[in-house]
């Protein structure tokens, strides 16, 4: 009996002192996960600066700005985190990236101010290879280390939790042969430590891999598994798709409700998420309200029809806490090319995603034709950068005239490219690859220069002749653009109230806030302001007569089709009245022929334009065009 006690003490101490190492080795591995954790969020946050970095280089903001300065302070939080969960080699690392990160943020601030100064690409691109990005590449350096080491020991204490546990149901088996009634007693303590240091090994384990807040796989564990499907699909005929999904007015809900329902909405569209797609696919958490999701054996036609099971169970409001919540998503796809890697694919649905939501579609596909980076869309924007300053940049002019008495009212000038290669190009040629860049809004300034200038030149040969001008969105929600515009009205000596900026529906209401303040601003120096293209976009009457207009243009696809089809004869009558009730000239482009010549003057329409009246041409063209129709201006009190 002596020696039974002994042996139960024995094996009731070693026990022990295995429940204590367990016990030790699982706090250890508990706060090496959650300091790989915060390593992992600076990791993010630091990516977040480079990419907003380069996000505003290619189009500046104030959104993109307060971005960057929001990961900015995300960074140093995390870093601050690191420091007080880490070791001593952990704090000097800290404290490098620190003192780096202030250079960082100067030479950021320095390169922003050449953007918005809209200083030549070569000139931001020169200050960011020189100052930010060395930054960048040394925090990196230090960062990137730091996370992999503190992960890989996290996973190593894991392993030896594991180990230890297994150590411990050992003993237990040990125990069970010296006594039926210790072990049963031995034996339920033991299980219970077992279960709990299994319990918080898969954790620890879960909690590395997956996101804390949906349970959702994070961006390692998403990357790990397309990672191998890729190399599964090398030995078959499938593809691999990659959607990244974006939530639209997502801000919206935290920003008026707080984060807190916020998180309830996320955990809510992870469950509709997972439940709308099949047993193979997997969909991930990134960070924030963006979601990936994975497809390992697809096509195009698959991946978009599970793009749009998506895209559907989110059109059913979501009940967080009694309050009935909407949001859309917009989804881009990329579908894995040969030797793609992960990171490539999943760039390619990034880019696809940002089209879907600067086009307002639900679903877009990855095209390299229409990817923002390919050497094609580069080469165009570096030759209308160079173009601009080199002269290349002409006008045509197109007249607009009364269509009650045929008399001239106004010119629109029209951009044209004098490319020394391709020759004269159109605004199809080159509009669609800059509208969404800054060198569109060079592009506006430059046209406005040239059309002041030759409305100054008139003005000296005795002829007031109004000019309206085109106006880009990425213009009209600049807020430095009415100052701008008052400096090339003074510049040129030319009076507000005969320049016209035409404004599509579509930029108006891309943000209707902003564009307003601006329209307003503009209306009050005098210049007006005409609505282009009305009918094709999503302006609503009461937005329509709160804006500060004059002028109503009709877009020409249903002034063309009057003749053919009824129904674009009553749209256009429709906006005749419309227009006319609210108090706007309306005016009619798209005018082909004397049959639609005809019916606009008899629906009350005030003024014409189109190929019947006379095809945009050279100034020359329209001197030519103005003495043949015996159409010579009143002269001018203006000088």
Request: net charge negative; charged share 20%; glycine share 6%.
């Amino acid at each position: 009996m002596l020696l039974i006690a002994l042996t139960l003490i024995t094996l009731t101490g070693v026990i022990t002192a295995g429940s204590v190492i367990n016990d030790r080795a699982a706090t250890r591995a508990q706060h090496s996960v959650e300091l790989a954790s915060v390593y992992l969020a600076a990791v993010a946050d630091l990516q977040a600066e480079q990419s907003l970095k380069n996000e505003y280089q290619l189009r500046p903001g104030s959104a993109t700005s307060a971005g960057h300065q929001g990961a900015t302070v995300t960074l140093r939080a995390a870093l601050e985190q690191v420091r007080a969960l880490g070791s001593a080699s952990d704090r000097r690392r800290v404290a490098a990236v620190l003192a780096d990160q202030s250079k960082y943020v100067a030479a950021t601030a320095a390169l922003f101010a050449a953007v918005n100064r809209h200083e030549p690409r070569a000139v931001t691109n020169q200050l960011d290879a020189t100052t930010v990005v060395p930054l960048l590449a040394v925090m990196q350096g230090q960062i990137y280390p730091g996370a992999i080491a503190v992960r890989k020991q996290a996973l190593a204490n894991v392993t030896q939790v594991r180990r230890t546990g297994r150590l411990v149901v050992w003993f237990d088996v040990a125990t069970l042969l010296v006594g039926i009634a210790t072990l049963m007693l031995a034996w339920r303590a033991l299980r219970r430590s077992r279960l709990a240091l299994q319990t918080q090994s898969d954790l620890n384990r879960h909690q590395a891999l997956h996101d804390v807040l949906t349970g959702l796989p994070n961006r390692t564990l998403f990357q790990d598994r397309a990672s191998q499907a890729l190399r599964a699909t090398q030995r078959t005929d499938q593809q691999v798709a990659i959607m990244i999904i974006d939530l639209d007015r997502f801000k919206d809900v935290n920003d008026t409700l707080g984060h807190q329902f916020g998180d309830l909405l996320l955990q809510q569209v992870a469950q509709r998420f997972e439940a709308s797609l099949r047993g193979g696919d997997s969909v991930a958490r990134l960070g924030g309200d963006e979601f990936a999701v994975l497809l390992p054996a697809s096509n195009a036609a698959d991946a978009h029809a599970t793009a749009e099971r998506l895209v559907e169970t989110l059109t059913e409001p979501f009940d967080v806490r009694d309050i009935s919540l909407d949001v859309d998503a917009s989804i881009g796809i990329a579908l894995a090319a040969t030797d793609e890697d992960v990171d490539a694919v999943v760039r390619h649905a990034d880019v696809a995603m940002y089209e879907a939501k600067a086009h307002h579609a639900s679903v877009v596909t990855y095209s390299r034709r229409r990817d923002a980076n390919t050497v094609t869309r580069l080469a165009v924007l570096g030759d209308l950068r160079r173009a601009i300053p080199a002269g290349e940049i002409v006008l045509h002019y197109q007249p607009k005239i009364s269509a009650m008495t045929g008399e001239l009212h106004s010119v629109e000038a029209l951009v044209r490219w004098e490319h020394p290669t391709s020759g004269l190009l159109g605004p199809a040629a080159f509009m669609p690859v800059v509208e969404n860049t800054a060198i569109v809004h060079l592009l506006t300034a430059e046209v406005l220069r040239l059309a002041l200038s030759q409305c100054r030149a008139w003005l000296d040969q005795g002829r007031s002749i109004p000019i309206c001008v085109n106006v880009s969105a990425r213009s009209l929600l600049t807020k430095s653009f009415p100052q701008e515009v008052r400096d090339l009205l003074k510049l040129h000596g030319v009076p507000a109230s005969l320049l016209t900026l035409e404004i599509t529906e579509s930029s108006i209401m891309s943000d209707p806030p902003r564009a307003y303040t601006i329209m307003k601003d503009l209306d009050a120096m005098g210049v007006t302001l005409s609505v282009d293209d009305y009918g094709t976009g999503y302006s609503s009457m009461a937005r329509l007569k709160a804006l500060p207009v004059k002028e109503l243009k009709i877009d020409r696809r249903f002034v063309m089709g009057m003749a053919i089809d009824e129904r674009d004869h009553f749209l256009v009558q429709s906006a005749l009245d419309l227009g006319h009730n609210l108090g706007l000239q309306v005016v009619a482009e798209g005018v082909e022929d004397e049959w639609t010549r005809d019916a606009l003057a008899a629906m009350g329409c005030d003024l014409l334009q189109g190929y019947y009246i006379q095809v945009p041409g050279t100034e020359a063209e329209l001197e030519t065009w103005l003495t043949g129709h015996g159409m010579e201006p009143v002269p001018s009190a203006v000088s």
